[in-house]
Structure formats: structure tokens, C-alpha cells
T-cell receptor, first 112, second 117 residues
Framework: GENVEQHPSTLSVQEGDSAVIKCTYS??????FPWYKQELGKRPQLIID?????GEKKDQRIAVTLNKTAKHFSLHITETQPEDSAVYFC???????????FGAGTRLFVKA | DAGVIQSPRHEVTEMGQEVTLRCKPI?????LFWYRQTMMRGLELLIY????????DSGMPEDRFSAKMPNASFSTLKIQPSEPRDSAVYFC???????????????FGEGSWLTVV
């Protein structure tokens, strides 16, 4: 089955700097890669996703890249702000309703 | 829509007791998922349903755990008997398969915070 590895487990950056979180997946059949943000005590919420027919997607300060050959994908947050502090999860699924497997999460601290 | 609704939000129970967690998915969604979140193991998929039918329960940790979905608007996750190591946040989530696309957004409920003492 699918296995998703996520690094780093903790990331601390200064406000205004960029943050990068990286994930790898094992099942080459996976074709949908969402990213979720979970604030303390809250539910995970989708912030951006990418499908396997696209190499990069951007939405304001966040962007995701996907390398299907290497089976890895990354989340990039630019101009970080204190409100970006949260746990970020990457995930992979074969889409079409197949089960979504999450990475272990990255705890991001943005220092003001 | 009110989103995915879970109850109870918080439960403290004694070891050996039965625990029942409830979930109402977003109306019209055809997939329902139960996840467990702990510090040590992260977000684990326990089981998921499609059109009320269990598709994959390989993540259910042991026979003490069971899940049902009697209709499109209700699901339960039951633990019997409960043990302290079951303490976790249990999330129910739902999604809708979008025709012609790959992947579908999973919408999570607020979670049920379970403590077994």
C-alpha cells in the first residue's frame, strides 16, 4: 500500500522567510496530492492540492511542486507570517475516492 | 451546509467501558472516512465507506474497534472494551467523488477527543 514520508518534522523560520516541506510517496499509481493545515486544537483543512498531470501550482503565498519520476512533492510558503504557524500534512491518494494516506506532519513555527 | 458533524466532542471514560463515536457527513457526499490522530502515530486511516459500504478496514487496529454506516447520513465508530492506549482524537471526514477528475477533497469534522483512564 501507499506510504508517505514527510520532512522535516519541525521547522522554525523567521517571519518573512520562506518555508519548504518535502514529501515522498511510494505508490506510483497515486495521482492526487493534497496539503492540509491543522491549527492547534482544530481540524485539518485543505490549503492546496496538485494532480499528477501538473508539475506546479501556486495560490498566493503557497505553491506546490510535484516530481512524478522521483515520487516527491513539496510545499513552499513564501513571506511567512505568524498565522502560518500550524501543523502541515501532505497526503497522497489514487484519487477516484481511493483512500488518502497522510504524512506524519510538519510543525511550522513562524517567529515574529 | 454545516459540514461534517461529530459527537461527542469530548469524552472521558474508564478503561473497559464501551465508547461510541458518531458522525454525520456532509449531505450528498459518497465517501466517509474515520481517522485517528495521536502524537506518536499522526493521522491514521482506520476505515472508509463508499455509498455506505465499508471498502477498506485494514487500518482498524483490533477487533475491539468496529464501524458502521447504516445510511448515507450517519456513521458510528465503536470501541469495546476501551483501553488507555485508545486515547486520541478521532476524526470523521467525508468527500464527494468528482466525475472526470482525479482526487477529491476530504472535509474533516471537528474531531472527538477521547480519553480513556
Amino acid at each position: 500500500g501507499e506510504n508517505v514520508e514527510q520532512h522535516p518534522s519541525t521547522l522554525s523560520v523567521q517571519e518573512g522567510d520562506s518555508a519548504v516541506i518535502k514529501c515522498t510517496y511510494s505508490d506510483s499509481a497515486s495521482n492526487y496530492f493534497p496539503w492540509y493545515k491543522q491549527e492547534l486544537g482544530k481540524r485539518p483543512q485543505l490549503i492546496i492540492d496538485i494532480r499528477s498531470n501538473v508539475g506546479e501550482k501556486k495560490d498566493q503565498r503557497i505553491a506546490v511542486t510535484l516530481n512524478k519520476t522521483a515520487k516527491h512533492f513539496s510545499l513552499h510558503i513564501t513571506e511567512t507570517q505568524p498565522e502560518d504557524s500550524a501543523v502541515y500534512f501532505c497526503a497522497a491518494s489514487m484519487g477516484g475516492g481511493f483512500k488518502t494516506i497522510f504524512g506524519a506532519g510538519t510543525r511550522l513555527f513562524v517567529k515574529a | 451546509d454545516a459540514g461534517v458533524i461529530q459527537s461527542p466532542r469530548h469524552e472521558v471514560t474508564e478503561m473497559g467501558q464501551e465508547v461510541t463515536l458518531r458522525c454525520k457527513p456532509i449531505s450528498g457526499h459518497d465517501y466517509l472516512f474515520w481517522y485517528r490522530q495521536t502524537m506518536m502515530r499522526g493521522l491514521e486511516l482506520l476505515i472508509y465507506f463508499n455509498n455506505n459500504v465499508p471498502i477498506d478496514d485494514s487500518g482498524m487496529p483490533e477487533d475491539r474497534f468496529s464501524a458502521k454506516m447504516p445510511n448515507a447520513s450517519f456513521s458510528t465508530l465503536k470501541i469495546q472494551p476501551s483501553e488507555p492506549r485508545d486515547s486520541a482524537v478521532y476524526f470523521c471526514a467525508s468527500s464527494l467523488l468528482s466525475q472526470g477528475t482525479s482526487g477529491n477533497t476530504i472535509y474533516f469534522g471537528e474531531g472527538s477527543w477521547l480519553t480513556v483512564v
